[in-house]
Each structure stands twice: as C-alpha cells, then as structure tokens.
C-alpha cells in the first residue's frame, strides 16, 4: 500500500530493500550447491518455451521432461530463456551436468525473482506499530524475516532448484492487499474497489504461475471475493477474462485446452504420494498400514513355521494381502499411479477431495459467520461512526484472524490431497506464522517439521551442515524473547525438534537400512515425525479458528476480530455498504 | 553491525546467532572448488594437506616427515602443522575415510571426503579462531562480528582455498588478548604452526626483551616458550626442517603478488637481479628498515584502550612491511596484517574497509583461476553492507574497471597480454598497501605521541632506546 494511505508504515522501503540484498548475497554463496533433476527440467522448459511455438508448448512433441506448469510460468521460462539467449548462454546439459555459466545463470534467477516474494510481504509488514520498529526486533520485522529466512523456502529455492519464492510472493501479495481491504478502515470505496482488483489479478497470476499451490488457498479467497461481490467490480472481470485469454495462450496462437488440463491435473498418472513421503495425513496411515501388515505377516510366517496355519502362498502373507499385485502405496517408490494400501481401502481422488472439503469446513464456516456479523455490526452501527475509534491492536488481530484461516485451509488441502509434495507445506507454514505470530510455539514446531521435510531433498555430504546452519539460525533467532518462558510449551517444542533432527540426522546418514532390508526406514520415520506435527498444528489452528467464531456466534463476547471485519464499507456516509447487501442474501 | 546495537536480545542469544550466521557462510563457501579441484597432476593446497595426513599417518619415525624425497608436495610446513595433519589422519582413519588417507592415493577426490576435510578446517575454526576472537575482542560483539562475519579474506583462503590458517590467526589473536603474559609461547606457537608468524614476531620479541632488559631474568613467558618450542621441536633433525619450511630456491615472490618485489620485477628481469645471491639479503634489509619504527616506543602495560590500539597498529604494520619487502611472500599472506586491523573496527571503519577490499581485490586472480571468484565478489559486498561503509569511489574507479576487464572472458585485452592485467592488479594494490604501511607509521607516531618534528622523532629514538629498569611512563 503507498504512504498517502498509510502513512506509519511498519517496514519502509529501504530496509525491506536492504534485507533482500542481505539475503540475495547469502543465497548467492548457494550457487555451486549440488543441484537436483529439477534444475535440469527448468532448463529443459526454458529452451523448449524457445524453440516451439506456443501452440507446441504442451503436445509431446516437446519431448520429456514435458511442461507441467501452468501457461503464465510457462511465458516466464520463455522470458527467462530469452535472456539467456541475449547473454550467450547455453541451455543445455551433457548427462546431467551443466556449465557453469548456466547453472550461476539458472540460480541468479531464482535469486533475482525472490524480489517478489519481499515485494508480496509488504501489505503484511505495513503495520501500526512504528514506534516499536525502531527497538529491533519489531513485530513487523519479526514476521518480514519469519517468511524470507524460512530454511525451507532456501533449501528447496537456492539448493534444490525452484521457483517457490516467487509464487509464495504473489500469494502473500495477493492475500495481503485483499485481508487489508477487507480490514481496514479507513479505505474508501475505490481504493476498496482497486484494492480487490490487485488482489485478484495477484491470485490469478499465482495460480497461472503454480496451480497446485495457489489453489491451496483458494477457497478463502473465492469466498472472500464472493462475500465482497466481485462479479460486479468491473476491473476485476476483465482482468479475470484477460487471464483466461493468457492462460490459453490465444493472444500468441491457442494452446490445446484438453492437453494443458492433462498435464496440469495428471491424476491417472500420479499415486496418492509423491516419491518422498509428503508429511501429511496419508504418511501416517501408510505408515500404519504397514506396520501393522508387517506385524501380521510375521505372526503368520510364526503360525505357519509351527504348523498352526496352513497358507497355499508358503509362509509370506505381504503378497496375499496386496491383492491387486502392484506395488504398495507404502513401498517408498511411488511416483507412478501406485495401488492401495495393505489393509486400507484404496484411496480415489474423489475420497481425498471429500476428505479435504471436510476438514476445512471449519475454517470456511468461520469465515461466512464472521463476514454475517461484520455485516449485522455495520448494520447496527449508525454509518457515521467514527473509524479512528476502531483500535488498531484490533485491525492486526483481524489480519491474524484471516490468516489462520487461510492457514487453516491450506494445511487441510495438504494433509488430505492427491499426491502432495512436501513443498506445499511451505505456504501454510509462512501463513502461519504470520497468522499465530513467528514466537508461537505452534508455528514453530510445525515450521521445525516443514523443514525437516525438506531434508530429504538436499542431503548430499557438502550441505548437510548448510541446513543444521539455516535451521538453527531460525531456531534461535525465533526463540521466545524471555531466557525462561512461563509456559513450558517452548521446551517441549525445542525437545521435539531435537529429536526430529537426530531421527534426521543420524538415521539418514547410517546405510545399514539397505542390508537389514529396510531402505525406506529414516524416510518413514522423518515424515511420521514431520506428519505428527503438522496434524497437531492443523487440529491447534481449526480449533483456534472455530473457538473464536462460536464465542462470538453465540453471543458470549464481543468479538473484536469479527466485529471489525469488513467494516470498512459501512463507514461510507450515504452508501449502502457492500456488504451489507451481501449479507441480505442470506 | 547497526543492528546488533539496538537489538534487544541478551548477549548469549546474538552471539550465537553471530556464530551461526558465520557457520552458514563457511559451510557454503565450502561448496565452492578448492585450490586445484580436479586438476591433475598436482591439483593444489587441499591435495597438499590431504597428502600431508597420508604421509604422516604412514611413515615412521616422525623424523622422517621432513627428509622423505621426492618432490610431491614434501611437507614444507613447521610440525606443528604435520601434527595437526597427523591428528586428521587419525580421524579420517576412525570415520570410515581409510581411502582418502591411503599413502599412494595421489590426487584423491570424492564428494565424502571433501565434505570430511571441509569439516576439519571449520572444526579447528570453531575450536581455535572463534574463542580467541571472542577473548580478543573482549566481549564486545561488533568487533567479534568484524573479525569472524565481516572479514572475507580468512573466510575464503580457509574454506574455499582450502587452509588451516585460522589455527595461526587463533594464536595471534591469544597473543592480543593476553599480551603481557603469554605473548612470546602464543608467537612461538603460531611461527611453529605456520612460518608467516614471523611477520609478527619482531614487535613482541623486542617488547618481551625490553622486559627482559628492566627485570634483568627472563620470565615465565620466555621459559614456557622455550619449552614449547623444544618439545614440539625435539623429534626432527633441524637442518632438514629449516631446508624445509624456509624454501629459499623458490624465488622472491609466487605468481603476482602486491609486493615491491614484484611491482618492481620488470626491472630486475632486465638487469638479470631476479635470480641474483643477493636478493635475500636485500629483501632482509628492506624489511628490517620498514620494521624498525614499529619497533620504538614502548608498549605501555596494554592494559588500556589506547595501548591495545597502539599493540594492534604496530602489529599491522610490522606485518604488512613484512609482506611487502621480504622474501618469498604468497598473495595469501596479506590475510596476516587484517587481523591487528580488524580488531580496531570501531576506531577505524573506512580504514578497514579500504584495506579489506584492497586484499580481497588482490586475492581476485587467484580465485578467478580456481572459479570461486563469486564467492569472492559475494562477500566483499555483504562486508561492505554489514560494516555500514563502501570504498572510496576513486578506489572503484580504478579497481572495478580492471576487475572487470580480469574476469570477463573472451575479451581480447586479456587474450592478448595475459599476464598484464594481473600484473597491473598488483601494482595498484601494492601502492595502496604502501600507503597503507604509510597510514601505520603515521598512526604509530599519533598513538605513540610523537608528531614529524625532528623534536619529536628524537623523543622517540630516545624513549624507545632508553632501556632504563624504571617502569615506563605513562603515555598518552
């Protein structure tokens, strides 16, 4: 937001542009980090996006690894490979290994388009308490360096190779500019107007950057956008029909619908997980699953070796029970559509969205009752209310409010979604925290499990160190401010790391796990560790978000976070307000 | 370093996230090539050092380290360094990284054993270097931060040229700490860890004979040194180890240093010098006169701040002419004269920052050849941010044009006249590191409180060699 609007500005520009050159030099140290497949399939993308027309981008002519992100990433990596181009710079890979001008180039990228993701973390750092930025750590900046010194978001960037922060960017970006909206006050209709426009072309610009992540957010905001009455802002239509046109490359030539949906939404090629256990819902059932399979095939074989039990099969139960014959879910490898679990039923995607839609519910009912009383409160209040009388303190704790809910959502879509990836954790973790505070201990056990998550992706001998360095660096810098917190949450937060780091560290770097017949051993047990945390996050935020909701639902307590939702239209003098009108529908 | 003042978090907390900050640095440093990584046959200093903890793993007796022949990186530091290259043998042999250390394994790489010796250096640097720079910094975190975050040279030579000079930095900087008391076993220690030392050892051998002369017995320091000394030294033959760590066949100056030697090469090429008997003796000259004003005026009890001020200012200079006039010097050696300096980071800021980027622009082609010159160009900037100053703009002026023209490739200045642009490199950071020593000897004077009179530099010659047994007057 500019500084006409909000003149104590909680995170000025020239820091947050100090910060991003503090952390870009840092990350530049990361350039000749060993690099995954992932490096070489964006460098892939960058010369296909130049070679072919647009309407080739998504056949299988382009030849594998094949596009798979969205349209808007796609015009991305076309610029990108442009200016490689412009620069003389190869964009190709003899067996794997690049040159060295092309990987410095491939990882400045990254580097150069993290100015999104401090640019997204504006609307959140424009905060009202200025005259506490001045003693550092402020809370501004504590949430400021929450999200651009998150271990996660560095070891899957700078050294695994992605875009991640330049997508999580424009999400916050987006999310930001649309919460503040709805939350402040003293926004007139058309900045309010404007204001809903940035937000949703931001949102659509995220979801054609990086579909599966934008999408984990997107039930809070379509309700958000439909409880403001969006169809009717002008500016937010055509940017909407604008996108469609770009999504289906029409201005340069079409690109086939029915292939990009294919390749966006490839359920009949993907299983339930990804290679590496995401943390999430399914981790522990699996991982259930075949403990307890393993149990029973080893009493079998106990029976049968006795002369208890007669079996046609010899005395190996596993393959009877895996009765289709594939390989199990719980195998470890399961990039391809992999089938069923042991004893579980055999998940279906339509399952797995069923699951997702139940276990946000809470977080999207919260959010339609607070907009009801937001509208009932703007209703009641005479129109000339005072809006400086609207405490600021409150403002925060409804920004708060909205992100837990969106944290909320998110982390349900991951823990019951289709073949998640472990990086989609990342997005919850930053809203999180932004929504329970950076020194909750909440956020930080789940941040701690997101990042162990993510180790598995860098774990060769050289970075090792360069992630207990991040991780740590995190820990202490958002420790809780007091040497001895009241609360013994903290310890048991810290503990709970340690041991997660040790099951990390010291399992992983053992490779006895091949010859005891238990390669996937350490994987299980560090996403089981990470999955525990995140379940117990999820569970801590629906019951935040509903607690507060059905306190002020019933009428026990005013409730502040509710009460100044939205009321930014109901100050206009004259005009009825936006959502006032919504809520009369219902 | 702003930002550590109005920080709100105890002292524990930021030194440890000081300390952290400076592990994730040296670490992914440690991503980048080493001295020779991959380039057959000799490779370079980490093939050195590798082969070192093989040899010494190996061969008995230990007198034996410094007389084995062949000419495949011999041992050519003092025993303290092969003892320490003994200890990582012994080490690699209990972590499973038996191949690394084999006796016949020359030129030895793999991924696992890179990761093992990159963790040695940051071992012995969390070991030696930080509780030193901490005790010599006194407690105060900015200079803590200026010596361990905010210092590129030791952090680049250390771990990406792969090196173990944090060990001898360490003693040098116990020696500052603790000056009146352990001074002359910490030089000792550190000239028999790694023969540079010497470039320091004048200032504290004359203050420690100045206390010898006015107490008239030696003292505990000088018995314990000598100890050390005997004890570390007693297993080889002395000769062999001279011939060894002293290579005098090796020539003036390595490659192109910032050195006078080197600046005035051309000449001595001509007149057929560079190769001449009495080059050495010449160099020694040289030195010994540029030492000599850093030698006089008394140490003061070094207890207060301006006596330590004075001690740290001497020490540079002593150094830097050392590593402008002697014989044999290496581009790395000027990582020797930044310690004294970096510890005077309040005093000092623009100082610092010029001498920084001056030894970090001289280092530039030797990291341009080894391919970690981003590292290189990374962390003067990040210096740069964190000390809160920038170089002059007439210092850029002149150096980035010619940094530019040294690193882009394929331009055809570079392809034609090779080894021009490094030579050039080093003559301007040889005339700024003259002007560097010029600053010392001026600051020296201030400190010491002498002023360019006659009057005053007779004061100086007479105070200084006025070796009375009264205790020294108090300076201002």
């Known amino acids: ?586 | 370093m702003k930002v550590l003042q109005s920080c709100r978090f105890g002292q524990l907390r930021k030194l440890l996230l000081i300390i952290v900050l400076a592990i994730y640095i040296r670490a992914s440093i440690g991503l980048f090539p080493y001295s020779g990584e991959h380039r057959p046959p000799r490779f370079g200093d980490y093939e050195a050092h590798r082969y070192w903890s093989a040899v010494t793993l190996h061969m008995r007796p230990v007198a034996n380290w410094y007389t084995h022949p062949g000419d495949y990186w011999v041992i050519d530091y003092p025993p303290l360094s092969a003892y320490l290259a003994f200890a990582i043998g012994i080490c690699a042999r209990l972590l499973d990284f038996e191949g690394a250390v084999q006796a016949d394994a020359y030129g030895y790489e793999s991924e696992s054993s890179r990761a093992f010796f990159r963790g040695t250096v940051l071992l012995v640097d969390l070991l030696f270097f930080f509780p030193a720079a901490y005790f010599a910094s006194g407690g105060d975190l900015n200079r803590f931060a200026s010596l361990t975050l905010f210092q590129p040279c030791w952090i680049l030579i250390d771990h990406a040229h792969f090196h173990y000079t944090c060990i001898q930095l360490g003693f040098i900087l116990w020696m500052i700490a603790r000056y009146r008391t352990i001074k002359l076993t910490m030089i000792a220690t550190a000239v028999l860890f790694k023969q540079t030392s010497i470039y320091f050892l004048p200032v504290p051998a004359m203050d420690a004979l100045r206390q010898a002369w006015r107490r008239a017995f030696p003292d505990n320091d000088v018995l314990f040194s000598v100890l050390v000394a005997l004890f570390i030294l007693y297993p080889f033959k002395l000769d062999a180890l001279l011939r060894r760590v002293f290579p005098f066949h090796r020539g003036v100056f390595e490659d192109k240093v910032a050195t006078f030697w080197c600046t005035i090469s051309p000449l001595l090429r001509r007149t057929g010098l560079l190769r001449s008997r009495f080059l050495p003796p010449a160099c020694g000259l040289m030195t010994l006169v540029a030492v000599i004003p850093f030698l006089m005026g008394s140490p003061g009890r070094c207890i207060t701040e301006s006596d330590r001020l004075r001690l740290c200012i001497r020490l540079t200079g002593c150094s830097l002419a050392f590593y402008l006039f002697s014989y044999h010097v290496h581009e790395k050696h000027i990582l020797l004269p930044l310690l004294p300096l970096s510890l005077c980071a309040h005093e000092y800021p623009d100082i610092i920052i010029w001498a920084t980027s001056t030894a970090v622009f001289s280092l530039l082609p030797l990291f341009l050849h080894e391919g970690s010159a981003m590292a290189l160009v990374a962390l003067i900037i990040w210096t740069c941010l964190g000390r809160g100053r920038r170089p002059s703009v007439a210092w850029m002026l002149l150096a980035l044009p010619l940094g530019i023209l040294l690193a882009v490739d394929g331009n055809p200045f570079r392809e034609r006249y090779p080894y021009l642009l490094p030579y050039f490199v080093a003559i301007f950071c040889f005339l700024n590191f003259l002007m560097l020593l010029l600053w010392c000897y001026k600051e020296h004077a201030k400190l010491s409180g002498c002023s360019f009179t006659v009057e005053g530099a007779r004061n100086l010659l007479f105070r200084s060699l006025n070796f009375s047994r009264a205790p020294p007057q108090k300076l201002s």
């Open chain 1, 1 to 586: 937001m500019d500084k006409t609007s909000h003149p104590q500005e909680g995170v000025g520009f020239g820091l947050l542009l100090r910060l991003y050159c503090v952390t870009a030099l840092l990350k530049a140290l990361l350039v000749r980090a060993p690099y995954s497949t992932d490096l070489l399939v964006h460098l892939h993308w960058k010369s296909l996006t130049r070679r072919f027309p647009v309407s080739a981008w998504y056949t299988p002519a382009t030849g594998p690894p094949y596009l798979d992100y969205p349209t808007c990433f796609a015009y991305l990596e076309w610029f990108l490979g442009a200016l490689a181009q412009l620069l003389r710079i190869p964009l190709d890979h003899e067996n794997g290994s690049v040159r060295l001008s092309t990987l410095i180039f491939m990882r400045i990228t990254v580097i150069a388009l993290d100015v999104f993701l401090f640019l997204g973390m504006r609307p959140w750092c424009a905060g009202p308490e200025t005259a506490a930025a001045a003693s550092f750590p402020s809370v501004v900046l504590d949430r400021l360096l929450w999200v651009v010194t998150h271990p996660a978001l560095w070891l899957v960037d700078n050294i695994h190779f992605q875009y991640n922060g330049l997508v999580i960017g424009v999400i916050l970006y987006s999310l930001g500019v649309l919460f503040r909206e709805s939350v402040y006050a003293e926004m007139e209709k058309r900045r309010s107007q404007r204001g809903m426009w940035r937000a949703s072309a931001a949102f659509l610009v995220a979801l054609g950057l990086k579909h599966t992540t934008a999408l984990s957010i997107a039930p809070v905001v379509g309700l958000v956008l439909w409880k403001q009455r969006a169809w009717k802002n002008i500016y937010v239509v055509v940017s909407g029909f604008v996108w469609l046109l770009l999504m289906l490359g029409l201005p340069f030539g079409c690109v086939g619908w029915r292939a990009l949906w294919e390749r966006l939404f490839p359920l009949d090629e993907r299983g339930l997980f990804h290679a590496y256990w995401a943390p999430n819902a399914y981790a522990l059932l699996a991982a259930a699953d075949k403990v307890v399979a393993r149990f029973c095939a080893l009493v079998f074989s106990r029976l049968v070796e006795r002369g208890l039990a007669k079996s046609p099969h010899g005395s190996d139960l596993l393959p009877m029970l895996h009765r289709s014959g594939r390989v199990s879910n719980s195998a470890g490898l399961v990039q391809t559509a992999g089938g069923g679990f042991y004893l579980l039923p055999e998940w279906t995607p339509m399952l797995a969205t069923l699951c997702c839609v139940v276990a946000m519910t809470p977080s999207l009912l919260a959010l339609h009752w607070a907009f009801q009383e937001s509208a009932r409160h703007g209703e009641t209040q005479p129109a000339s209310s005072d809006a400086t009388a609207v405490d600021r303190l409150d403002q925060r704790r409804c920004m708060e409010f909205l992100a837990k809910i969106c944290a909320q959502v998110s982390l349900s879509l991951f823990l019951f979604g289709w073949h998640v990836h472990e990086k989609a954790l990342i997005l919850p973790v930053f809203l999180a925290g932004l929504g329970l505070g950076p020194r909750h201990p909440v956020a930080a056990a789940l941040s701690t499990a997101c990042s162990l998550a993510m180790f598995p992706l860098v774990s060769s001998p050289g970075v090792r160190l360069v992630r207990l360095a991040l991780l740590f660096w995190h820990w202490l810098y958002f420790a809780p401010l007091q040497p001895w917190p009241p609360t013994r949450a903290w310890l048991l937060v810290y503990s709970y790391g340690g041991i997660g780091l040790m099951i990390g560290e010291l399992l992983a770097s053992w490779h006895g796990w091949q010859r005891l017949g238990l390669p996937f051993l350490p994987l299980m047990l560090q996403s089981v560790y990470s999955a525990l945390a995140v379940v117990f996050a999820w569970g801590y935020l629906s019951w935040q978000v509903w607690r507060s909701t059905r306190a002020d639902y019933m009428g026990c307590s005013p409730n502040a976070e509710a009460k100044h939702l939205l009321i930014a239209p109901s100050v206009q003098a004259g005009a009825r307000p936006l959502l006032v009108r919504s809520s009369s529908k219902h």
